[in-house]
């Protein structure tokens, strides 16, 4: 799956912090107009990351956000030298949290991955178990039906995870998987399986 926040937006987001610090530079810090355009560059640079970073990196975001409002404020008192400051800033750090937001991301894509199979295999040899019936040894037709039940609220479990995790909120779908795995343990074990172990 390849990243909204790609190279090409995070190299323009540098360039926009590199064009902010020629305007402190060419107009001194000091004048309303490079204040306003230094803060419309912290602006877009913002827009680039806000949808991508405010799920996957909410707190580095909020610092970007400090950061714009500090600027903004700077302004409305005058301190244009402040205002281009803190709106270059703003930039610096809003491309610093688009790689965190894609870092963070491929992290919580890897780890959906895993505790999705995991829970996928235990679903599978809970179900391959419940087929073989109660047999000759100590687990009952009431346990297994039992069993059985779980194994389908598991797997619609994991069904709506998958949804969730479609849907860009993986962090949710991992934490919704994680609970359904440690379900998924619990009878595994009552059914004298090791977690992970096919029957």
């Not at 309303?32 to 405010?54: F, G, K, L, N, P």
């Not at 178990?129 to 000759?136: E, I, L, T």
Request: one cysteine or more; aromatic letters at 4%.
């Amino acid at each position: 799956m390849r990243s909204p926040l790609d190279k090409v937006t995070i190299m323009k987001t540098g360039w926009m912090a590199a064009v902010a610090a020629g305007l402190l530079i060419a107009c001194g810090g000091s004048s309303s107009d490079a204040a306003r355009a230094a803060i419309a560059q912290a602006e877009r640079a913002i827009t680039d990351v806000h949808a991508y970073a405010i799920r996957y990196a909410p707190d580095e975001f909020k610092v970007v956000m400090d950061e714009y409002s500090a600027a903004r404020e700077h302004l409305a008192q005058e301190n244009y030298r402040g205002a281009v400051r803190s709106a270059e800033r703003a930039v610096e750090l809003a491309a610093q949290v688009g790689r965190a937001a894609t870092a963070n991301r491929k992290e919580l894509e890897t780890s959906w991955a895993a505790v999705r199979d995991s829970v996928s295999t235990m679903v599978k040899a809970i179900e391959e178990r419940v087929a073989r019936g109660p047999g000759s040894g100590t687990i009952t037709g009431e346990q297994l039906a039992s069993a059985k039940t779980a194994a389908q609220e598991i797997a619609e479990g994991l069904r709506e995870a998958s949804k969730a995790a479609a849907d860009g909120k993986l962090l949710d779908a991992v934490h919704a998987a994680a609970g359904l795995r440690a379900r998924a343990e619990e009878i595994l074990t009552s059914l004298g399986l090791a977690p992970g172990v096919s029957a």
